[in-house]
């Protein structure tokens, strides 16, 4: 879900556009909605590290110049091949090793999502697993919890954030319920929107729930990440 549609709009239009309420949503309507969006969880393909540089020396380019350069020590041009050997070899390890660090990223994103949470589901203040948040249900924050998803705030009381996790500023930052005057798609304009991955510093607060898993900003991230291919240097 895009955060910033949010931004401009008052929390009653919010709640018409999620079909939700102060009363939060129904368990029924929980499920029906994770049928459609999934657990709000972000999935990690772990991959041997084998596997990633077997995947790396199954390149063409890499049966390409490794035959060119047989091909030149069997002419007698030994310089070039081992100019040729040595520049397959190092495409192959840069590629591995930037797989493997976007790898090691992606594990490191997850820290940031919490395994349970209080909502209001049905009027009742209840306790459920973070994979199992659905858009439109309202979640309560204080001091010390790590943000679930992506919230539009409802009510904050002297709400602070750390938001280093997903802009590398380690200044507080103040969040309100207020309606900015336009649209937004930058985080840091973005002070009614609580994202995924952030934690609480100080203050109390209520969230509705706007995208949760691969739908939120730390998501985005987290597909970037994996999706990170380098071109060859051929």
Do not use: C
């Not at 520049?87 to 660090?101: A, C, D, I, K, T």
Request: aromatic share 10%.
């Amino acid at each position: 879900m895009n955060f910033s549609q949010y931004t401009n709009k008052e929390i009653s239009d919010v709640f018409e556009l999620l079909k939700t309420s102060k009363l939060g949503i129904s368990h029924q309507e929980a499920e029906k909605r994770l049928r459609v969006f999934g657990f709000n969880e972000l999935k990690e393909k772990r991959m041997r590290v084998a596997a990633i540089l077997i995947r790396h020396l199954k390149s063409p380019f890499f049966y390409l110049l490794f035959a060119a350069a047989i091909v030149a020590f069997w002419v007698g041009e030994k310089v070039d091949g081992y100019v040729i050997l040595t520049s397959v070899l190092l495409n192959v390890l840069l590629g591995f090793f930037q797989e493997f660090r976007s790898e090691r990223a992606i594990s490191s994103l997850k820290k940031y999502m919490l395994s349970f949470v209080r909502v209001i589901r049905e009027g009742k203040d209840i306790i459920i697993d973070k994979k199992l948040l659905a858009p439109g249900d309202l979640v309560l924050l204080e001091a010390g919890n790590v943000i679930p998803a992506d919230l539009r705030a409802v009510e904050t009381q002297d709400f602070l954030v750390d938001e280093s996790a997903l802009t590398g500023e380690s200044a507080p930052v103040f969040k309100n319920s207020g309606v900015l005057s336009k649209e937004t798609k930058e985080i840091f304009e973005a002070s009614n929107i609580i994202f995924a991955g952030t934690s609480v510093i100080s203050g109390k607060a209520q969230g509705i729930v706007i995208g949760t898993g691969k739908h939120t900003v730390l998501g985005e991230i987290a597909k970037m990440v994996s999706g990170v291919s380098r071109e060859s240097l051929y």
